[in-house]
């Protein structure tokens, strides 16, 4: 009887416990997110040539539910996996922190005409997040992060997650959030925790 309770009960714990340390480190961001220290502008000349697309709003902020869900539904199905989730995710964190503190970096942010929802949303987005903290992109990061496991527990979901991690990718530089060196920092970093923890848990 208790075993059966326990069975039950523990896949849920465990996503809550993903859950809580994705929380964890939104707040980490919030508290390093801000202009008292020093920081860079990680500009280069292609950005000026990416146009702003403010549709891309909702890919952009969809990554909320989408990391959350997937994480739970990933350790719910495969408990295996919930040690390397955990690890890292918590590496990854640490290292962002890491790069937000002491790499500071700054983007220059358009001002956005509230015309359509699309522009509305883009706007609270833009007045919600301080411009700091742009490189290695987090949105990033942790989508490809999710997308990996996701796409190791549920091998058919290869293409529509592959085109859903592009259209977040893509909308952190359309939405005027990120620089392009920020998304390969964010990919960069996503593949080394991801094989690196694999490999070794």
């Not at 955990?86 to 509230?114: M, N, R, V, W």
């Not at 190791?152 to 529509?160: G, K, M, Q, R, S």
Request: charged share 10%; with cysteine; aromatic share 18%.
């Amino acid at each position: 009887m208790v075993s059966n309770i326990l069975s039950f009960i523990i896949p849920y714990i465990r996503s809550l416990i993903v859950l809580g340390l994705i929380v964890a480190t939104s707040f980490i961001f919030q508290v390093v997110n801000n202009a008292n220290r020093s920081y860079r502008i990680l500009k280069i000349k292609f950005d000026e040539h990416i146009p702003l697309i403010p549709v891309f709003i909702y890919p952009y902020i969809s990554f909320l539910l989408f990391i959350p869900v997937s994480l739970m539904v990933i350790v719910k199905v495969r408990p295996d996996l919930f040690l390397p989730v955990i690890i890292t995710f918590t590496i990854a964190g640490i290292i962002c922190t890491l790069f937000f503190y002491f790499f500071q970096t700054y983007i220059e942010k358009p001002e956005i005409e509230a015309i359509f929802h699309a522009h509305k949303l883009l706007k609270k987005v833009q007045d919600a997040v301080e411009p700091y903290n742009c490189f290695p992109s987090s949105h990033v990061l942790y989508t490809v992060l999710t997308a990996f496991f996701l796409v190791t527990v549920f091998p058919a979901l290869f293409i529509f997650v592959n085109i859903y991690t592009f259209l977040v990718c893509a909308s952190t530089v359309f939405v005027k959030q990120h620089y392009i060196l920020d998304i390969f920092g964010g990919l960069a970093l996503a593949a080394l925790m991801y094989f690196t923890v694999i490999k070794l848990v």
